[in-house]
C-alpha cells in the first residue's frame, strides 16, 4: 500500500505543499507515476514525519479557552506586581522632587538675602581713578 500526495498529507497532519518540498528536497523518496501523481511508501513517510495518531488524518486544532486560566492568573498577577512597583517609584520620585524643591527654595531663599544684604549695606561706592597724563602729552596738546 503506498500513499497518494492528499492521502499522505492527511496521515501526517501536513499540507500537500509540505509533503511535495520533502519529496522535490529528496527528504522522502517517492514515485511519480505517468499521471503526474506521486506514490508515498508509507515507512519513507513515517521516516520523516509523525504519523497523526487519531488516524483519521485530520490536522488538531487548539481550542481558545482550553489551559487559558491559569496562565490569564499569571499574567494578571505579573501586571499587578508590575503595577505596585511603577507606583512605589512614583511615590519615591514625587518624594525625591519635594525635597529638591524644598531645598532650591532654601537656596534661593538664601541668595536673595544675600544680595540685599550686600547692596543695602554700607559699603563705600567706588571712587573714578584719576587717570594721569603723561607730562609730555600735556605739553603737545
Not at 46 to 72: C, H, I, W, Y
Not at 82 to 95: F, P
Not at 119 to 139: G, K
Amino acid at each position: 500500500m503506498s500513499y497518494t500526495l492528499g492521502e499522505a498529507a492527511k496521515a501526517t497532519g501536513k499540507s500537500k505543499p509540505t509533503i511535495a518540498r520533502a519529496i522535490k528536497r529528496s527528504l522522502i523518496s517517492a514515485t511519480k507515476t505517468l499521471d503526474g501523481s506521486y506514490q508515498i511508501d508509507p515507512a519513507e513517510l513515517s521516516r520523516v514525519f509523525q504519523l497523526a495518531s487519531n488516524g483519521s488524518g485530520t490536522m488538531k486544532q487548539s481550542v481558545p479557552g482550553e489551559g487559558d486560566d491559569e496562565s490569564l492568573v499569571r499574567l494578571l498577577a505579573e501586571r499587578d506586581r508590575l503595577v505596585m512597583e511603577q507606583a512605589e517609584t512614583i511615590r519615591d520620585l514625587r518624594a525625591r522632587l519635594d525635597t529638591s524643591e524644598a531645598e532650591r527654595r532654601r537656596v534661593q531663599e538664601r541668595l536673595t538675602a544675600l544680595l540685599t544684604h550686600r547692596s543695602s549695606s554700607s559699603v563705600p561706592a567706588v571712587q573714578p581713578v584719576e587717570v594721569r597724563v603723561p607730562w609730555w602729552r600735556r605739553l603737545f596738546q
